[in-house]
């Protein structure tokens, strides 16, 4: 079954505490990105990838790293988390990422994400 | 800025009826547009998408586009209880750039 996971998908901790939230794919897509959602803000993309080993910002990059050292995964970093990075976060993937050529993007079921 | 906005709602509607979802986009060069839906706790689902003036149809779904007043929007016939969600409207600002509307929240009683 073609999909996105991600994990965890509940998470609790404190300002300063480093996380990692891990993303993975099983369609051998080039294209991978996070996106938090926060409510009257929609959905704003953070870091996006093209492919191994080439990561770009998104919107809001700022307390934020990300890796990319294999196609199927993408995890998010947070080095020192802070309480307005309390959020719902979506991992996504697609094809290409040339969204002319038609192509889908799939979302990862969410990571909800509290810092204290 | 490239901006993606949305009423955010909710839009009531009665079971049965036409739910009318509308998206104004601020770039003229934007050439492809997407229709989310996502039920809330959930991550978003693409429903529709469309890359030419015009209306495109899917089911009980029609995406209608125009450019040259930079609005997209998503028809929903016969609405059902279940259609009940946030509809995201999301648009191709260049390579490998996609931006989401806040979304808008559609309610549809029996």
């Known amino acids: 079954e073609a999909q996105v996971t991600q994990n965890p998908r509940y998470l609790i901790t404190v300002t300063g505490k480093k996380l990692t939230v891990t993303c993975s794919q099983n369609m051998n897509h080039e294209y991978m990105s996070w996106y938090r959602q926060d409510p009257g803000l929609g959905l704003r993309q953070i870091y996006y990838?093209?492919?191994?080993?080439?990561?770009d910002k998104g919107d809001v990059p700022e307390g934020y790293k990300v890796s990319r050292k294999e196609k199927r995964n993408f995890p998010l970093i947070l080095e020192s988390p802070s309480p307005n990075q309390t959020s719902l976060y979506f991992c996504?993937?697609?094809?290409?990422?040339?969204?002319?050529?038609?192509?889908?993007?799939?979302f990862g079921p969410g990571t909800r994400l509290l810092v204290l | 800025q490239k901006e993606v906005e949305q009423n955010s709602g909710p839009l009531s509607v009665p079971e049965g009826a036409i739910a009318s979802l509308n998206c104004t986009y601020s770039?003229?060069?934007?050439?492809?547009f997407f229709w989310y839906r996502q039920y809330s706790g959930k991550s978003p689902e693409l429903i529709m998408s469309i890359y030419s003036n015009g209306d495109k149809e899917d089911g009980r779904f029609t995406a209608q586009l125009n450019k040259a007043s930079q609005y997209v929007s998503l028809l929903i016939r016969d609405s059902q209880p279940s259609d009940s969600a946030t509809y995201l409207c999301a648009v191709n600002f260049g390579f490998q750039k996609l931006v989401f509307g806040t979304g808008t929240r559609l309610l549809v009683s029996p």
């Open positions: 770039d003229r060069v934007s050439q492809s």
């Open positions: 996504a993937s697609s094809l290409s990422g040339v969204w002319q050529q038609r192509e889908t993007q799939y």
């Open positions: 990838s093209m492919n191994v080993e080439v990561t």
